[in-house]
């Protein structure tokens, strides 16, 4: 359960992302990129949301994606399809992004030509907590289908988050969600963290979560957010 | 992306499991205990469906859980109400389930006084995937809500379990879910894989899914089923 060699191993490669991911992070803020991630279960709506998060801010912003799985580009072939620039990463049997994987990925790319950048991060509630990715901001999705206990049951990626997006909450009374538990549970591990609930479907809620990142990338471009790093 | 000392210190720890897995199925064997475990995203409904099959196999059968999670024992606390034995692992950082943990969890219990042993993992579709845990089968959930691509974006789950389980089949209409579509896209990772689809909620497809796992637990006890080892 706790191997000392790969405690240690594990470090070293976390320490090496978070100076990558510091690197990207000055980058980012140089070019003027707002950087959102996106983490969850797999299936909990982080390509349905940024399909249509991509095209709300369109042409008003200029907005790219970067998605990850394990394998195909299903993903990155739905968000292309809103006219964003928008590239695969997979990583094979790797259940996170990382930095050097996100700076891969940008090769080619003219970060001054973005007004925000996405990042979808592998559908896993656990490893990619550890990954800092050089972001401004990291929304962990729930979707009402998953239950109201995933912040208890996972609190490490709630405590990474910046902010909680409850999904599919057109869902909700069809599998008798409790918002009200959803909420106490979130507010129990992260206390004060930003909640917003949307369904990408109806578009319910979605005026919040357009506002409140347009608020937040305002706040990073004024220099107003406090510097951040994990 | 690919540390090779990573890469050695993980084949090692690795190689280990398999070797403390081999020890654990053959005590199972020699106990006459079935042991199924189940994998699936966070939130797929594994507890739930456990719930109703611990509760449907007494007292004809003999049946305890174990259960990962993070954190919390709530799992532990949901399936004990059927009566059955049920202990939590938690693994604090750890996105998985391995043999050692599962051997800890079992001190003084007495196998011989099981006839089935359910092992519920942690939520996650990428980690536990490596990870024999000594099972005689390896069951794969994936929700109605998920949708229908899950297979060729985790294939390695996929592609390590015995049987692939649909669940919240009640929730089918609700979210447009394509049926034959996510056949086909299990079949494209695993052709021949047992798909079985059941509502834990309404109990469709139950009655089905407890005569597969009655039917495999008399495979293994007449020694009929191919020796297995992941």
Redesign the interface.
Same mark, same amino acid.
């Given at each position: 359960?706790s191997?000392p060699?790969?405690v240690e191993?594990?470090q070293k490669?976390l320490k090496r992302n978070d100076m990558l991911a510091a690197d990207l992070r000055a980058r980012f803020r140089d070019a003027g990129v707002f950087v959102v991630s996106l983490v969850s279960?797999?299936?909990s709506g982080k390509t349905a949301l940024l399909e249509k998060t991509l095209a709300c801010l369109q042409p008003q912003l200029r907005v790219a994606a970067l998605v990850g799985?394990?394998?195909?580009d299903?993903d990155a072939n739905r968000l292309a399809l809103s006219g964003a620039p928008a590239r695969q990463i997979t990583?094979g *049997? !790797?259940?996170h992004l990382?930095a050097?994987?996100v700076d891969n990925a940008l090769q080619g790319w003219e970060l001054t030509g973005l007004d925000a950048l996405f990042i979808e991060n592998?559908?896993?509630?656990?490893?990619p907590s550890?990954y800092d990715l050089g972001e401004g901001l990291r929304a962990v999705l729930?979707?009402v289908?998953?239950?109201e206990?995933?912040p208890?049951?996972?609190?490490?990626i709630f405590n990474s988050a910046d902010a909680a997006v409850i999904t599919?909450i057109d869902?909700a009374a *069809? !599998?008798e969600f409790d918002a009200a538990a959803a909420v106490r549970n979130i507010r129990a591990m992260r206390p004060g963290l930003p909640i917003l609930e949307v369904s990408a479907k109806t578009g319910d809620g979605m005026d919040e979560w357009l506002a409140f990142l347009r608020s937040r990338a305002s706040e990073a471009a004024v220099g107003a957010g406090p510097a951040r790093g994990r």
């Open positions: 359960m191997e060699r790969i191993v594990r490669i279960s797999p299936g799985d394990l394998a195909t299903n990583t *049997a !790797v259940c990382d050097e994987m592998v559908g896993n509630l656990v490893c550890s729930m979707s289908t998953e239950g206990d995933k208890l049951k996972y609190p490490t599919k869902l *069809a !599998v």
